[in-house]
């Protein structure tokens, strides 16, 4: 992808270290005070990691974040990364990487009653109704653009249902070494056990990133949607920082009562492209939008001047072989880095591939765990921001109403 710049030395290395122990972490069950060392040692670390010569960091209230290159993996600073929390609509990300591929977006599809059944009290909604036909890109620009939790369900009846798209939801976290994530809903609607982490959300938009579509989609900021008899409406992107932050191209925001705000963004300067993910603010709706851009501009800033804390590993299938680099300039090609063997040094590349092949002898002979039937008792909040009918004005209740004593509950 141009987007993403070659990886130096400095950061394939980095890349390389930090796979080591994520295929050592995902083959074994974690422990519940541990947190995943998955991209190095110190993402496992509470608090910031930061280089100590780096510039300083913006003041921030939210509970987690992760700034990173797309383009070399490196993450250049971290606040618990590997903390569990409810993702809410930023796991349409992983949906989108699990299942946008399956489908031509020129494909139609007549939706049917039974496709929108089961959808989450107070979910986000694009507007989609049982009887009008759709292609396939309006209904993912219904999932980008308003985080509509029908188009996710329409698409995933076209997928097989439901149960089906969230096994494969699965399948693909673990495949992206994003094991930190649960999904027991393909929507991020508020269910029991449905958790995520900065760290892993930012590897979904790095994954996403990579497709034509995916790009396309996350940063298209208006589109007309069909309506009933014929006619169209105007659908607008939530994603607040689209148009507003200078080099913004994507990805994903969401709200929930138990996530709070949560936000995955990319944003691309100078020929390179930055990540960042922020969880959770304490306080002020805005908030996630305005740190998410302040530690962008940390990020920008710091070009140069900050050694990497760790690093987004590459996917498991792309471990498995790679060709040593020819050349004596010092530099490591991206798809070799993404890679991560033969350079590593005699005996290592095989000793990698061993392990992954371990790990994945040990997913396949582990038990898949039970889905409840429906996904678990359905809680007010569904996934995505609080937004306007598209057609009436009427505001829903995408906020949701679930309270512990009178407070927003949080799952950590």
């Given amino acids: 992808m141009r987007d993403f710049p070659p990886i130096s030395r400095r950061g394939a290395l980095g890349l390389a270290a930090a796979a080591l122990p994520s295929v050592l972490a995902a083959s074994r069950p974690a422990s519940a005070a541990a947190r995943s060392a998955v991209g190095g040692a110190r993402l496992a670390l509470s608090g910031v990691q930061v280089d100590g010569g780096a510039p300083d960091l913006p003041e921030t209230n939210s509970l987690s974040w992760v700034v990173a290159d797309a383009g070399s993996g490196e993450v250049l600073a971290a606040y618990n990364a590997h903390r569990r929390m409810p993702p809410a609509s930023t796991l349409k990300m992983l949906f989108a990487d699990t ?32 009887g009008i ?25 076209m997928n097989g249902g439901v149960d089906k798209t969230v096994r494969e939801m699965r399948a693909r976290a673990l495949e992206l070494q994003a094991n930190d994530t649960h ?54 992107n939530t994603n607040r920082l689209l148009g507003r932050y200078t080099g913004v191209i994507g990805v994903k925001n969401g709200y929930t009562t138990n996530a709070g705000n949560t936000f995955t963004g990319a944003a691309k300067r100078d020929g390179r492209t930055l990540l960042v993910t922020v969880m959770h603010p304490e306080s002020g709706y805005d ?8 530690l962008l501009d940390w990020g920008f800033g710091a070009t140069g001047r900050v050694t990497p804390v760790g690093a987004l590993v590459p996917p ?37 591939v061993a392990l992954v092949a371990a790990f994945v002898l040990a997913i396949r002979r582990r038990p898949r765990p039970r889905i409840a039937a429906g996904g678990g008792r359905r809680r007010a909040g569904g996934g995505g921001d609080t937004q306007a009918d598209p ?22």
């Fill in 183 to 236: 999904v027991v809903s393909p929507d991020g609607y508020d269910t029991p056990g449905q958790l995520s982490s900065a760290y892993d959300l930012t590897l979904f938009a790095r994954a996403g990133l990579r497709d034509p579509d995916f790009r396309d989609y996350c940063r298209t900021q208006v589109a007309h949607f069909p309506g009933e008899r014929g006619s169209t409406f105007e659908i607008q």
């Fill in 133 to 157: 036909t759709y292609t396939v890109e309006q209904l993912w620009l219904g999932v980008f653009l308003r985080s509509g939790n029908d188009a996710v369900h329409v698409l995933c009846s």
């Fill in 391 to 412: 057609r009436t004005g009427a505001r829903t209740a995408a906020r949701g109403t679930e309270r512990a004593g009178g407070r927003r509950r949080r799952s950590s």
């Fill in 316 to 352: 498991l299938s792309e471990l498995k072989s790679s060709p040593r680099p020819h050349g004596g300039d010092g530099e490591v090609s991206a798809s070799t880095a993404a890679k991560g063997s033969g350079w590593l040094g005699p005996g290592a590349g095989a000793g990698l």
């Fill in 99 to 130: 299942v946008l591929p399956k489908f031509d977006r020129a494909m139609r599809h007549k939706v049917t009653a039974e496709d929108l059944a089961d959808i989450g009290e107070g979910s986000s909604l694009v507007g989609i109704e049982a």
């Fill in 287 to 294: 908030e996630v939008y305005k740190e998410a851009a302040a």
